[in-house]
């Protein structure tokens, strides 16, 4: 039988309850760690021998096809709040770009970086990539793990740290006083103090095919499409009780609930931050255990 796993942002100003999420968490199995989830629900799609891909390298490959180069990353637009010994991403510090402010950024980047063995493509998504003519050898973190806390932890890490490091310390300055955040102010928009760099691999000629389906709006699990009627990944980048969690919930949770009672789904796996917990057709029956309020399993 198929299984679905549910991944979402554990980290709110104002954590909201969430009644389904909370019975669901109260009558799962204990938490397992997980030190990369995109991994570790990825194994639903593909048989477990496959190789799962970077998350830049599907990105890209999805939104522009295959590119020559050694080695691509996202380049993610974030906003950063100076503190007094401390850089802290903002909790909503992720942002968003249009395709046409993209693709102004990427030309006028190019300019500047014109020479220096890295380029920068937007997407049409408007997802921004830079691309390398020698492979990195680092590690990286995805700016969602770093959302109101301070940054340092999670700056890349590894034999080719400190390229990456300076690139997106000259890039902040690139940005200070660029155009793109004349434009955004006039729009009452959060400026952007840099680029993540992060997600990092060698670009691929084609997507591995998956045997399920997604959901959501992942960077990674968007360039993967399949069929609805197997295993599913379903990403919400909000955290529970959110606006956009409410249609999340009603559009997947609930029927997910719903056929684990029926015994027609074998089982779902909740996970945020590094914990994974997994409810089955036998657990969702354990009505005794109590529920409390969800980001206490995650603390």
């Given at each position: 039988?198929?299984?679905?796993?549910?991944?979402?942002?554990?980290?709110?100003?104002?954590?909201?309850?969430?009644?389904?999420?909370?019975?669901?968490?109260?009558?799962?199995?204990?938490?397992?760690?997980?030190?990369?989830?995109?991994?570790?629900?990825?194994?639903?799609?593909?048989?477990?021998?496959?190789?799962?891909?970077?998350?830049?390298?599907?990105?890209?490959?999805?939104?522009?096809?295959?590119?020559?180069?050694?080695?691509?990353?996202?380049?993610?637009?974030?906003?950063?709040?100076?503190?007094?010994?401390?850089?802290?991403?903002?909790?909503?510090?992720?942002?968003?770009?249009?395709?046409?402010?993209?693709?102004?950024?990427?030309?006028?980047?190019?300019?500047?970086?014109n020479g220096s063995g890295i380029r920068m493509l937007a997407g049409g998504s408007a997802h921004l990539y830079c691309?390398?003519?020698?492979?990195?050898?680092?590690?990286?973190?995805?700016?969602?793990?770093?959302?109101?806390?301070?940054?340092?932890?999670?700056?890349?890490?590894?034999?080719?740290?400190?390229?990456?490091?300076?690139?997106?310390?000259?890039?902040?300055?690139?940005?200070?006083?660029?155009?793109?955040?004349?434009?955004?102010?006039?729009?009452?928009?959060?400026?952007?103090?840099?680029?993540?760099?992060?997600?990092?691999?060698?670009?691929?000629?084609?997507?591995?095919?998956?045997?399920?389906?997604?959901?959501?709006?992942?960077?990674?699990?968007?360039?993967?499409?399949?069929?609805?009627?197997?295993?599913?990944?379903?990403?919400?980048?909000?955290a529970p009780g959110s606006a956009r969690w409410h249609d999340m919930e009603s559009r997947w949770l609930k029927p997910?609930?719903?056929?684990?009672?029926?015994?027609?789904?074998?089982?779902?796996?909740?996970?945020?931050?590094?914990?994974?917990?997994?409810?089955?057709?036998?657990?969702?029956?354990?009505?005794?255990?109590?529920?409390?309020?969800?980001?206490?399993?995650?603390?």
């Amino acid at each position: 039988m198929s299984s679905q796993y549910f991944r979402f942002l554990s980290r709110s100003a104002e954590p909201r309850r969430s009644a389904l999420l909370e019975q669901l968490l109260a009558r799962a199995d204990a938490f397992r760690t997980v030190s990369n989830w995109r991994a570790d629900a990825f194994r639903l799609l593909v048989p477990q021998t496959a190789s799962v891909p970077a998350a830049a390298s599907a990105a890209l490959c999805a939104d522009c096809g295959a590119v020559d180069a050694a080695w691509v990353c996202l380049a993610t637009p974030v906003h950063y709040v100076a503190e007094m010994t401390n850089v802290r991403m903002s909790s909503d510090g992720i942002l968003s770009l249009t395709p046409a402010a993209a693709e102004a950024l990427a030309m006028h980047f190019n300019r500047v970086w014109n020479g220096s063995g890295i380029r920068m493509l937007a997407g049409g998504s408007a997802h921004l990539y830079c691309i390398f003519e020698q492979t990195l050898h680092v590690t990286t973190r995805d700016p969602q793990d770093a959302l109101n806390r301070h940054i340092e932890a999670y700056l890349p890490a590894g034999t080719d740290a400190p390229r990456l490091r300076r690139l997106m310390s000259e890039i902040e300055m690139w940005l200070f006083e660029h155009e793109a955040n004349s434009s955004r102010a006039s729009l009452n928009l959060p400026r952007m103090s840099g680029l993540w760099l992060w997600g990092g691999g060698a670009p691929l000629a084609s997507l591995p095919k998956i045997q399920g389906w997604t959901a959501g709006d992942d960077v990674f699990f968007s360039a993967f499409k399949g069929e609805k009627s197997d295993s599913g990944v379903i990403v919400a980048s909000d955290a529970p009780g959110s606006a956009r969690w409410h249609d999340m919930e009603s559009r997947w949770l609930k029927p997910a609930a719903a056929q684990l009672r029926a015994g027609t789904l074998a089982r779902v796996d909740l996970s945020a931050d590094d914990r994974c917990f997994t409810v089955n057709a036998h657990a969702i029956r354990r009505f005794w255990r109590r529920s409390k309020p969800w980001w206490e399993f995650f603390a």
